[in-house]
């Protein structure tokens, strides 16, 4: 939180902060190297399908923030996993459904736009054989998402339509999976 805002004084909108949001954006705009962030996922495999993902920190402007968190990973029993914690395709979604959540939330916080309900749903098709590579013309991942979102609050359907159509325009994880992101690998043998 902005030091020089008092959170009994803040403007709080959807229960953000919307005078940080705006200083942040300002800061941003005026200097474009506290842009930039850098984010790191560190994934161990535990046996069977089971991984666990860790997460310690990010960087934000050059400044490294803290953070410790895991993510466990695993597959359906009928995937060769034990089916205790979600597969990589569902965090993959959770992921986008997510970013998008954060997306609205700000967007109407921004617009003075109180929400009541919001709900993403998302879904999509993987055909095995890609994956398992018995068929080589078969995708191996999705070919196409498709997402619903639910959304109630003080704005109108005119102010939602431009919220909606923000939240596509500027959502990192809705960019990620719309366009070809570059994998760069190195693999070390030990």
Not at 43 to 49: D, E, K, N, R
Not at 61 to 72: C, S, Y
Not at 121 to 146: K, V
Request: charged share 20%; net charge negative.
């Amino acid at each position: 939180m902005n030091a020089n805002v008092q959170l009994n004084d803040a403007h709080i909108v959807n229960g953000l902060n919307v005078d940080d949001l705006r200083a942040l954006i300002e800061d941003v705009r005026r200097d474009a190297s506290k842009a930039a962030t850098r984010w790191r996922v560190a994934t161990a495999w535990l046996g069977q399908a089971h991984s666990r993902a860790a997460v310690e920190g990010f960087s934000m402007g050059g400044q490294q923030v803290p953070r410790r968190f895991t993510i466990d990973i695993d597959e359906p029993c009928e995937l060769g996993g034990s089916n205790r914690f979600a597969n990589p395709q569902e965090h993959l979604i959770a992921a986008l459904n997510a970013c998008m959540t954060v997306g609205y939330v700000a967007q109407c916080a921004l617009r003075g736009l109180t929400l009541q309900s919001l709900e993403i749903e998302t879904e999509g098709d993987i055909d095995l054989r890609g994956f398992l590579g018995l068929d080589p013309q078969i995708a191996n991942g999705y070919e196409c998402l498709r997402y619903t979102v639910r959304i109630r609050g003080s704005g109108t359907r005119e102010q939602f339509a431009q919220v909606h159509d923000a939240v596509m325009a500027t959502s990192p994880n809705v960019y990620n999976l719309a366009n070809a992101v570059g994998l760069k690998s190195t693999l070390v043998v030990e």
